[in-house]
């Protein structure tokens, strides 16, 4: 099996950029020509770049992962949002068992404020994807987790009203009350 670079350090070879790898994949849109998704460093811009354009150096920490991606969600440019919003949600699906639970609310914190001003469709699903993740993983302890539930109710977003619609959070009163709002205004 070929080695990967994901969560390295790497320059393009043809310019002084230095960025973090964050994924490794082939899209029909591209030929299935496989490509990383590159996070430079003094840019909030993620791009797609084939292998051979790049050289790599070492794996960085799984912290510094996610802060970047946390970083990049709140990118101006759209598809740099999308992009690391679609690989924060897959992070915090697969890799937080063994992670800073501080660090991870954190970066929570920063996903709620995205949410509140995302205006593309495919960033938003997954921010609020990743957000249930998190909340499924069960690293909060019920309590926390009734107070963000809660506090999700402050967010306009239909994609999180689709995921709050769920029999165990309509026993919420507030949750219950948002969901029938939103139902009602949409």
């Excluded at 001003?117 to 069960?138: C, D, H, M, P, V």
């Amino acid at each position: 099996m070929k080695e990967t670079f994901i969560g390295h350090k790497c320059k393009l070879l043809n310019s002084e950029k230095t960025g973090i790898t964050l994924e490794l994949n082939s899209w029909s849109s591209e030929n299935m020509v496989e490509k990383y998704s590159v996070s430079f460093d003094k840019e909030n811009t993620i791009e797609r770049i084939t292998e051979n354009q790049l050289s790599f150096g070492e794996k960085i920490s799984k912290t510094d992962f996610f802060k970047r991606l946390i970083r990049d969600i709140q990118a101006s440019e759209e598809k740099t949002r999308e992009f690391a919003s679609a690989i924060l949600c897959d992070f915090l699906e697969f890799d937080i068992a063994d992670f800073d639970l501080n660090i991870l609310k954190l970066g929570i914190e920063k996903i709620i404020e995205q949410l509140k001003t995302e205006k593309n469709a495919n960033a938003e699903q997954k921010l609020a994807e990743g957000l249930f993740e998190f909340i499924w993983s069960e690293k909060l302890n019920k309590k926390e987790e009734l107070k963000l539930l809660e506090r999700l109710t402050e967010i306009n977003s239909y994609q999180i009203c689709q995921y709050l619609d769920d029999e165990d959070y309509l026993k919420i009163p507030k949750v219950k009350k948002y969901v029938e709002l939103n139902k009602t205004s949409g």
